[in-house]
């Protein structure tokens, strides 16, 4: 099923009004390899980024 431009628009703003950005540069090729590992475990490769900083942050 297709979205509407009135989806869209909606969850651009909560997103916009909800979540920080955060640029990430990585060398060629490593994207790829974390997101499948993420996937393995299960995750976006958002989510297991996410998870890992938590992590280091609890420490």
Known sequence: ???????????????KENYDKVLLRLQKGSRDKIKAHAQQ???????????????????
């Open 1 to 15: 099923m297709a979205v509407s431009k009135a989806q869209q628009k909606a969850v651009g703003k909560y997103e």
């Open 41 to 59: 475990k299960g995750m976006s490769l958002n989510a297991y980024i996410v998870d890992l900083i938590e992590k280091d942050m609890e420490r």
